[in-house]
């Protein structure tokens, strides 16, 4: 004989089965998905790109070790600098982590993390070029530095007219023209100068550590209040038990 009510049973337990099956299905691909975090890729040691097209550096480090302690899985993705914080705006990616400085025009625009590094400008130039800050502004000279940055804007500021400047749209570029002479100083963030000048002879810091109360940290759309909260959460956890002073001890040293 029929039996309806088992066969009712039957059919809500297979329902709430194939339900329970779709939101796992639908929660395993929300996570699959992850964070897509955008980084330059030239500007070492923070990030810059290996002969295997991959790319490392200190952002990246930290980025590992925030996106594992929030249990989720993050892809680098190269941009440049230029076009870094449109591409976030245009949801290309869900967050930058390339060196970029909190500054209220830049806030404007997006939302920071707390922050994640303590940053100082330096001036660069070879050997006998300059002693001091005011050696740049001396006639005839020219200054190098990263377009859309805080040393040109502290350049832009602090030289004026004084100096002939030129911008590029790289670090690696305004390094690659003062070796070659055609810049007389550059300015920039005190460890990239540091990592550059490693192994090199003939140029040396001009000046002391121009200190801006500069501070790195994390870009997300204003929007994602959420996902900047885990950001902020998983950074406190990583520098209270030691996994950050563990990779800043890898790339940076005392002197910092």
């Known amino acids: 004989m029929f039996n309806t009510k088992k066969t009712i049973l039957t059919s809500l337990t297979a329902v709430a089965l194939l339900a329970g099956v779709g939101l796992f299905v639908a929660a395993c691909s929300k996570s699959d998905t ?12 923070f990030n810059s790109k290996n002969a295997d097209g991959t790319i490392s550096g200190f952002d990246i480090d930290v980025q590992e070790a ?17 076009g870094i914080i449109p591409g976030l705006v245009q949801k290309k990616y869900d967050a930058i982590m390339s ?22 400008l330096i001036t660069v130039g070879k050997v006998g070029a300059g002693k001091s800050l005011d050696d740049l502004k001396k006639p005839g000279v ?21 100096a002939k400047v030129n911008l590029y749209d790289t670090q690696t570029a305004a390094y690659d ?35 801006l109360n500069d501070h790195f940290g994390v870009g997300l759309r204003q929007e994602d209040t959420e996902l900047l909260g885990k950001f902020n959460t998983a950074l406190k956890t990583i520098k209270e038990n030691g996994t950050y002073q563990k990779i800043y001890d890898k790339y940076f040293t005392a002197a910092m």
């Open 34 to 45: 992850g964070i897509k975090i955008a980084t330059e890729g030239a500007y070492p040691p």
């Open 66 to 82: 925030l996106c594992a302690e929030m249990k989720v899985k993050c892809t680098v993705v190269a941009q440049d600098w230029d």
């Open 99 to 120: 060196g970029m400085s909190i500054t209220d025009e830049r806030k404007a625009t997006i939302a920071f993390s707390d922050p994640y590094f303590d940053n100082s």
């Open 142 to 162: 020219v200054i190098g530095a990263q377009r859309s940055t805080v040393a040109s804007k502290w350049i832009e500021d602090n030289i004026g007219a004084k």
């Open 177 to 211: 023209d003062l070796a070659a002479g055609r810049v007389q100083f550059v300015v920039a963030d005190l460890a990239t100068v540091i990592d550059w000048m490693k192994g090199k002879t003939g140029f040396e810091l001009v000046g002391d550590k121009i200190d």
